[in-house]
């Protein structure tokens, strides 16, 4: 690992790496709070932190950097950001953060860090002229058009590889640990799936060229709708066939028939108002079933990154009924909620949008205790029917 200036941090989260800090930071989190990564085996805290809450502030910022230095000296080493949150103002303060755990004594390798890309940054705030900004800064700099543009969300390979770069430079590192593609799906409305389908293979092709760069270790995308609903819903995606898309772009990429993709991550919504992950069947993975998204990913070697731990702080203020009755050693229904998603079996790590550190102190006392034993949380989905 190097430090020091403006040259960036080198390495990535590894095996020895992860281990150690579970050993050391995770020492006083509970029993079965690591999630293993596939088969590399990486020690991955059970929670994470999300970055997209708060406002576009200095104050803010100040917070996020002592919230990701505190969280990695306790035990939660997976951070979750995106190139477009807070105007890129996440990004520069999870690289404060970074900086500050870095200097107490926790190493590169013990952390995995996530970047996303595909929804317009506006680095200066909101533009009032759309239409002029979107010509002088996407145009006018080569990366992207109009033809690859939904809204505020843009599927250009050249934008893509920009904001990884971007996610590189202000996090202060050389390699991230994954990169989504986000909320994708978002595209579907205006141009099916087929061209869809060649968008995404094409930014896979740039993602499998970014691993054999080394900026980054794996790829995948991040989803609100595409995984949780049915196969016949216009916004549905199937996981196998993404991972189809992956092969053909590391072949591209690769310029050989037999190389492997890189697909190793998705993040999806989940929580007790939104538990289609685990309970609709939608992918057929090619081994004799069709499964739910959380019993796919672990088929097909996918970790799972659960998203809106909280539904937006609703679930913060009230939790279901069965929830607090079952977990009721929890202060609050913030904590019952991270210990639900957290026990869930399926997911990897959870991630929780904490932007003060009195909600730190929520999710480190959860990640302090064990997980909810499997049977005990199936008896949840057998309460509510």
């Given at each position: ?10 390495g990535y989260?590894?095996r020895r790496g992860?281990e150690e800090?579970?050993?050391?930071f995770?020492?006083r989190?509970?029993?079965?709070h690591y999630?293993e990564f596939?088969h590399?085996?990486?020690?991955l805290?059970?929670l994470?932190?999300?970055t997209f809450p708060?406002?576009?502030?200095d104050?803010?910022d100040?917070?996020?950097a002592?919230i990701?230095?505190r ?7 997976v ?5 477009h949150?807070r105007?890129g103002?996440s990004?520069?303060?999870?690289g404060?953060?970074l900086r500050?755990a870095f200097?107490?004594?926790?190493t ?5 860090v996530?970047s ?7 680095e200066?705030?909101p533009?009032?002229?759309f ?9 006018g700099?080569g990366?992207?058009d109009?033809?690859?543009l939904c809204g505020?969300h843009?599927l250009?390979p050249?934008y ?7 996610s590189l430079?202000?996090?202060g590192?050389a ?5 989504l593609?986000d ?11 087929a061209?869809?389908?060649h968008k ?10 970014a691993?054999?760069a ?9 989803t609100?709708?595409?995984f ?7 916004l ?11 092969e053909?772009?590391?072949r591209?990429a690769a ?9 190793r991550?998705i993040?999806v ?11 609709r069947?939608?992918h057929?993975?090619g081994?004799?079933n069709i499964?739910?998204t959380?019993?796919?990913?672990h088929?097909?070697?996918v ?7 909280l539904?937006?702080g609703?679930?913060?203020q ?6 607090h009755?079952?977990l ?11 210990q639900?998603n ?11 949008g904490?932007?003060?550190?009195a909600?730190l102190?929520d999710?480190?006392?959860v990640?302090?205790t ?11 989905y057998?309460?509510?029917q």
């Amino acid at each position: 690992m190097t430090m020091g200036g403006d040259t960036p941090v080198a390495g990535y989260a590894t095996r020895r790496g992860t281990e150690e800090y579970a050993r050391t930071f995770g020492a006083r989190c509970g029993a079965g709070h690591y999630s293993e990564f596939l088969h590399l085996h990486f020690k991955l805290s059970s929670l994470g932190l999300g970055t997209f809450p708060g406002a576009a502030r200095d104050e803010v910022d100040e917070s996020y950097a002592a919230i990701v230095e505190r969280a990695l000296r306790e035990g939660i080493n997976v951070i979750d950001t995106a190139a477009h949150y807070r105007y890129g103002r996440s990004l520069r303060a999870v690289g404060e953060g970074l900086r500050r755990a870095f200097a107490a004594g926790v190493t590169r390798e013990q952390v995995f860090v996530v970047s996303k890309g595909g929804f317009l940054a506006f680095e200066d705030g909101p533009p009032e002229d759309f239409e002029a900004w979107f010509d002088s800064t996407i145009v006018g700099r080569g990366l992207g058009d109009r033809r690859d543009l939904c809204g505020v969300h843009l599927l250009s390979p050249e934008y893509l590889a920009w904001q990884l770069e971007r996610s590189l430079a202000l996090l202060g590192l050389a390699t991230l640990d994954a990169f989504l593609v986000d909320q994708p799906e978002v595209h579907l409305p205006a141009i099916g799936k087929a061209e869809l389908n060649h968008k995404l293979e094409r930014l896979f092709v740039v993602l499998e060229q970014a691993v054999a760069a080394g900026k980054i270790r794996c790829y995948g995308i991040s989803t609100f709708n595409a995984f949780r609903v049915e196969t016949d819903h216009p916004l549905f995606q199937s996981l196998p066939s993404l991972l189809g898309l992956a092969e053909k772009a590391a072949r591209t990429a690769a310029g050989d028939s037999q190389a492997r993709h890189h697909f190793r991550v998705i993040e999806v919504p989940f929580n007790q108002m939104m538990t289609e992950a685990f309970t609709r069947f939608s992918h057929a993975t090619g081994q004799g079933n069709i499964a739910s998204t959380l019993q796919a990913a672990h088929q097909l070697r996918v970790y799972v990154l659960a998203s809106h731990t909280l539904g937006k702080g609703q679930l913060a203020q009230r939790c279901a009924e069965g929830v607090h009755a079952a977990l009721p050693q929890f202060r609050n229904h913030a904590q019952r909620a991270m210990q639900f998603n957290r026990s869930t079996p399926g997911i990897g790590t959870s991630l929780v949008g904490v932007s003060t550190l009195a909600h730190l102190e929520d999710l480190l006392a959860v990640a302090r205790t064990p997980p909810m034993p499997k049977e005990a949380y199936l008896r949840l989905y057998r309460r509510a029917q």
